[in-house]
């Protein structure tokens, strides 16, 4: 979402009930990855998003099932996710922290 958001910000992520999402809202879900893009159009089929600095949308409709919540709000600081809902906060906690380490003890098996 470059240049609205870069590498030092930091974003609030909220839960917004998935039918009550607007054209223009910036939201997080996870396809192979997680991604956070804007919403350009919705249909009957679901949300069809894009980056602010890319020409084509996303490969992907975003369905309810995918999406994780909405983006409420930068700070110019640096990089950290702050997540409201239990779950989640534990999902972002093992990405976040565990997911590295365990990289970087299978890299050092090799």
């Known amino acids: 979402m470059w240049p609205l ?12 009930n998935f039918s009550d999402l607007r ?8 396809n192979s990855e997680f991604v956070l893009h804007r919403i350009n159009k919705i249909n009957d089929k679901g949300l069809i998003t894009k980056g602010d600095n890319n020409n084509k949308y996303d490969p992907i ?12 709000k930068i700070e110019k600081v640096r990089i950290k996710i702050i997540i409201k ?3 989640l906060e534990f999902y972002f906690k093992y990405i976040l922290i565990f997911h590295p380490i365990i990289k970087r003890i299978l890299k ?3």
Do not use: P, R
């Open 61 to 72: 409709i975003v369905k309810e099932f995918n999406y994780f919540g909405v983006l409420t």
């Open 108 to 110: 050092g098996k090799n």
């Open 23 to 30: 054209i223009g809202d910036i939201i997080l879900y996870k």
């Open 85 to 87: 809902q239990a779950f």
């Open 5 to 16: 958001i870069s590498k030092e910000d930091t974003i609030h992520i909220e839960y917004k």
